[in-house]
């Protein structure tokens, strides 16, 4: 079956530190890979995806590489502010479905200043 | 313009009571999808709706669980007899829908409606 496994929270850094969120996948074939970030008292927002193998997705500084062969999505950022700190879901959508999201169980990222 | 909404923020309710969650998608957005959030966990899905199709029930966990969509907008999530393993943040999000494809099917999110069954 489909699934996401992202590494367990908090991750604690400090400001300017650099940032991975680990992210690996199970799923037949080539699913869309999503990153989802969730801030204090906030939905959801889409942070990047990606659609295809070797696709970067990148956005506000975060980037992540959709790798078949590993079967990854990690998380980057070079480096983290206090704003960043929220919960980031790694997900994804399945070749057979148009709407179907698989989540992983979230990551909280506190950034110290 | 308004994103999406969800009522009420939190809900506190005694065990074998029934609840009601109400969503309110964006406007023209015609599918529309439930989750559910467990403490440590990642969101499971429950049920999707695009336009006047049938629903997709397949993440309903227990027939104590039902949703309706009036009139393609706005959505309630009924859970019967609730019970303690309810408890959750209950998250809705709306979406363009077929018509913009999967590539473009970007879901957007509410708030969530934090459930505590007592």
């Known amino acids: 079956g489909n699934s996401v496994t992202q590494m367990e929270g908090p991750v604690t850094l400090s400001e300017e530190a650099f940032l991975t969120i680990n992210c690996t996948y199970t799923?037949?074939?080539?699913?869309?890979l999503f990153w989802y970030v969730q801030y204090p008292g906030e939905g959801l927002q889409l942070l990047l995806k990606a659609t295809k193998a070797d696709d970067k997705g990148s956005n506000k500084g975060f980037e992540a590489t959709y790798r078949k062969e590993t079967t990854s999505f990690h998380l980057e950022k070079g480096s983290v502010q206090v704003s960043d700190s929220a919960v980031y879901f790694c997900?994804?959508?399945?070749?057979?479905?148009?709407?179907?999201?698989?989540f992983g169980s979230g990551t909280r990222l506190l950034v110290r200043p | 313009g308004a994103g999406v909404s969800q009522s009420p923020s939190n809900k506190v309710t005694e065990k074998g009571k029934d609840v009601e969650l109400r969503c309110d998608p964006i406007s023209g957005h015609t599918a529309l999808y439930w989750y559910r959030q467990s403490l440590g966990q990642g969101l499971e899905f429950l049920i999707y709706?695009?336009?006047?199709?049938?629903?997709?029930k397949s993440g309903l966990p227990s027939d104590r669980f039902s949703a309706e969509r009036t009139g393609g907008s706005v959505s309630t999530l009924t859970i019967q007899r609730t019970q303690q393993e309810d408890s959750a943040v209950y998250l809705c999000a709306s979406s363009l829908g077929l018509a913009g494809g999967p590539m473009l099917n970007e879901q957007f999110f509410g708030p969530g409606t934090r459930l505590t069954v007592l």
């Open positions: 997900a994804l959508r399945p070749m057979d479905s148009s709407y179907k999201l698989i």
């Open positions: 799923a037949t074939g080539y699913p869309s």
């Open positions: 709706f695009q336009g006047n199709s049938a629903p997709d």
